[in-house]
Nanobody, 114 residues
């Protein structure tokens, strides 16, 4: 089990940017992913990155606007979010892939105003 702590969320106007961080309690030799859950909706995949960082994949809804990266020396995964839209409003979570249910943290709230 890995403990994950998300941070970096906040309130931003449409078109703005935020950078989220996911700090792991130890080394994560895993593919890591970001997910988000909007009010009243299911949690959905956003992006993932392999352990080496050589491969990334994005949901269609964020392709071209979000960038996932990682710093294995710091045991941290990042999500750079640009050109934010009101529909990006959600609580953002990170986890390993495959998902381990015990890894879910508190998430970080991102609110995009129109």
């Amino acid at each position: 089990q890995v403990q994950l702590v998300e941070s970096g969320g906040g309130l931003v106007e449409a078109g703005g940017s935020l950078r989220l961080s996911c700090a792991a309690s130890g080394r994560t030799f895993y593919t890591m992913a970001w997910f988000r859950q909007a009010p009243g909706k299911e949690r959905k995949f956003v992006a993932h990155i392999t352990w080496s960082g050589s491969s990334t994949y994005y949901a269609d809804s964020v392709q071209g606007r979000f960038t996932i990266s990682r710093d294995n020396a710091k045991n941290t995964v990042y999500l750079q979010m640009n050109s934010l839209k009101p529909e990006d409003t959600a609580v953002y979570y990170c986890n390993t892939l495959p998902i381990q249910s015990n890894n879910w943290g508190q998430g970080t709230q991102v609110t995009v105003s129109s």
